[in-house]
T-cell receptor, first 114, second 111 residues
């Protein structure tokens, strides 16, 4: 079946540090890949996406590249801020019958200290 | 902007009660989803609906049912709430480009 594996957290960084959150996937077919972010007390928000191999998604200084050869979609940011503290979810989407379902990783809690 | 509204942010119910969680969208999207979120498990799909009165089971449908009588409203029903259904419940809708947009969530506690 389809699955997403994320690096376990929690991750604690100082402000302006470099961030990497690893994500690998297993899927039959060619999924679209997503990163979602959940700030405290809120629902999930789409952060970025990539729909085919070698695509790079980017938003708010975050980037992730769809690597088919390594089945990975690692999230990176060059300089994190305190406001980036949140839970980050990697997800994949494949057609399944009547709707494209999302399969999520378990989430990675990021805390950025001033 | 896409807006997904959930009827309650926090809910406390007793074991055995029937519980309704409501989700409303302000667009015309067909596909809507109910997830539960638990620490260390990420989000797990309970049910989804691809049109009025149409539904499909997700990965963990046991103990839940759903209702979609109008396009804009998708309800999750716990027929007889149990303590293991204490969780965060998230509703989402899917746009034409397959992204999902989430509501703020309902934190349900069953005592």
């Amino acid at each position: 079946g389809n699955s997403v594996t994320q690096m376990e957290g929690p991750v604690t960084l100082s402000e302006e540090a470099f961030l990497t959150i690893n994500c690998t996937y297993t899927a039959t077919g060619y999924p679209s890949l997503f990163w979602y972010v959940q700030y405290p007390g809120e629902g999930l928000q789409l952060l970025l996406k990539a729909t085919k191999a070698d695509d790079k998604g980017s938003n708010k200084g975050f980037e992730a590249t769809y690597r088919k050869e390594t089945t990975s979609f690692h999230l990176e940011k060059g300089s994190v801020q305190v406001s980036d503290s949140a839970v980050y979810f990697c997800a994949l989407s494949l057609s399944s019958g009547s709707a494209r379902q999302l399969t999520f990783g378990s989430g990675t809690q990021l805390t950025v200290l001033p | 902007d896409v807006k997904v509204t959930q009827s309650s942010r926090y809910l406390v119910k007793r074991t055995g009660e029937k519980v309704f969680l409501e989700c409303v969208q302000d667009m015309d999207h067909e596909n809507m989803f109910w997830y539960r979120q638990d620490p260390g498990l990420g989000l797990r799909l309970i049910y989804f609906s691809y049109d009025v009165k149409m539904k499909e089971k997700g990965d963990i449908p046991e103990g839940y049912s759903v209702s979609r009588e109008k396009k804009e409203r998708f309800s999750l029903i716990l027929e007889s709430a149990s303590t293991n259904q204490t969780s965060m419940y998230l509703c989402a809708l899917q746009s034409g480009s397959y992204e999902q947009y989430f509501g703020p969530g309902t934190r349900l506690t069953v005592t």
